[in-house]
């Protein structure tokens, strides 16, 4: 069995891209984040065309997150319990859609996109670290009440969570840039304290998932790795293989992110 991850910056704007990444990938799993579209705009023939169920999460144009399963897709779950509410200036708060779970294949999948930061003072880091230690709180007692369950935490962290993990730590603390900071890797690391493993970083040592638009980032390979699944013990141990689809963040209409794979013994 195989799941991934992939922020895909726009699912309407990639949809050829997205289904010939799955034809050619043979994923049975995919979490999807930023679709960037409402549930009655999305665009569910592509999955279905392809023999995968879907679910998808999604308000306005902004965020949004989906689960794409051949391997069943049940107890569909919007949002975690608690998870913060977030409006500009405390005004209008809702509940983004950044979080969306389904169990596939006996395996509990969560599509997450964390939010950013945006400034180490914004108001967006306040919520940020909250929204994080929600779902913490929310994953410890999913492993309390079954310490055998299997659980994947996929998705965008938008956090890298040790300094090998951007092009230049330097520039990063210089010039006080989010991702690095010490309350979001401590944020990360409370998810592996745990018991939860960053099982794609074995196979994957050097490698990156994201890389900026601007200033030629990817053809200098100037990237961060900010894209995960967190699996839990009973999960991490069918884990075999791991990579990371760098060729899929090359060409025309390519989405910053690439895809995050992890393949499962049966």
């Not at 043979?26 to 995968?52: G, S």
């Not at 493993?197 to 900010?226: A, C």
Request: with cysteine; charged share 25%.
């Amino acid at each position: 069995m195989k799941i991934a991850t992939w922020n895909v910056n726009s699912l309407r704007a990639r949809a050829d891209r997205v289904e010939d990444w799955l034809r050619r990938s043979d994923v049975d799993v995919l979490a999807i984040q930023e679709t960037k579209c409402k549930d009655e705009n999305f665009p569910w023939e592509l999955f279905e065309n392809n023999d995968y169920e879907v679910a998808h999460f999604g308000v306005n144009q902004w965020n949004g997150v989906a689960i794409a399963s051949r391997v069943g897709l049940d107890d569909v779950q919007r949002t975690f319990p608690g998870q913060p509410e977030f409006g500009k200036g405390g005004k209008n708060p809702i509940q983004e859609p950044r979080a969306i779970a389904a169990t596939c294949g006996g395996v509990r999948i969560w599509s997450l996109y964390v939010p950013n930061g945006r400034a180490l003072d914004d108001e967006h880091m306040g919520y940020k670290l909250n929204w994080l230690d929600i779902l913490k709180q929310d994953a410890h007692g999913w492993l309390q009440e079954n310490p055998d369950t299997q659980i994947a935490l996929m998705g965008d962290w938008n956090i890298a969570p040790k300094d090998e993990d951007v092009w230049d730590i330097d520039f990063f603390v210089e010039n006080q840039m989010t991702h690095v900071s010490a309350p979001e890797r401590a944020a990360f690391s409370a998810f592996e304290e745990l018991g939860f493993s960053d099982v794609v970083r074995p196979h994957t040592e050097g490698q990156y998932t994201y890389w900026d638009y601007t200033q030629l980032r990817f053809p200098k390979n100037e990237g961060m790795r900010i894209d995960f699944a967190l699996t839990s013990p009973a999960l991490t141990a069918r884990v075999t293989g791991a990579s990371i689809d760098r060729e899929e963040r090359k060409g025309k209409g390519a989405s910053d992110h690439t895809p995050v794979i992890v393949e499962l013994a049966d």
